[in-house]
């Protein structure tokens, strides 16, 4: 049996939820393209996210996010990581929802921090209580994440490739993105 995409498959969810990774898995095992909305913005702005948002601040970030969202969608089906803030955005959302489907990636805090904590490439964590920061972010996201069309719960000790075994269980639930061939 093999994979056809109908539809961009577009990862939601926290940083440290797996996006990127998880991503990368499940478009090797779709036999599709793997795109990272971060990845292309800081190849535009030939920057790091960081970069931009200390030189340009979020706000300008998030206007560049969805540029290239926007752009990702409409070229050739696949799947799209995209940053943990994307989803947020009611117009992302709604964009993601007609062009793709998205998939939250839920990891709870703990696992989170655990991914997280040891990294200083998380803007949003450079702070005095990155935990704290962290929590909140967490607390505030969560029902904007539940809003996803699918939803995959990560535990700890899943491996990378479990994780987008998951994801394609879910995916075959919808017809209207996945199809199964011969």
Do not use: C
Request: glycine residues 6%.
């Amino acid at each position: 049996m093999r994979a056809r995409l109908k539809k961009t498959v577009v990862m939601v969810g926290m940083m440290g939820a797996g996006k990127t990774a998880v991503g990368k898995a499940l478009a090797a095992a779709l036999h599709a393209p793997f795109l990272d909305s971060d990845a292309e913005i800081e190849k535009a702005a030939n920057m790091t996210i960081p970069e931009i948002f200390e030189r340009d601040g979020e706000s300008f970030f998030r206007v560049k996010e969805r540029q290239v969202i926007a752009r990702l969608l409409e070229e050739k089906k696949g799947v799209l990581s995209t940053g943990g803030g994307a989803f947020l955005a009611a117009e992302n959302r709604d964009l993601i929802t007609s062009k793709g489907v998205s998939v939250w990636l839920n990891a709870d805090l703990d696992l989170l921090w655990s991914r997280v904590k040891h990294k200083d490439t998380r803007p949003l964590l450079r702070v005095p209580d990155p935990l704290s920061a962290l929590t909140k972010l967490y607390h505030d996201r969560v029902p904007i994440y539940a809003q996803a069309d699918l939803t995959v719960v990560s535990e700890p000790g899943l491996s990378i490739d479990d994780m987008a075994e998951r994801v394609i269980a879910a995916l075959r639930t919808r017809p209207d993105v996945l199809e199964m061939t011969e």
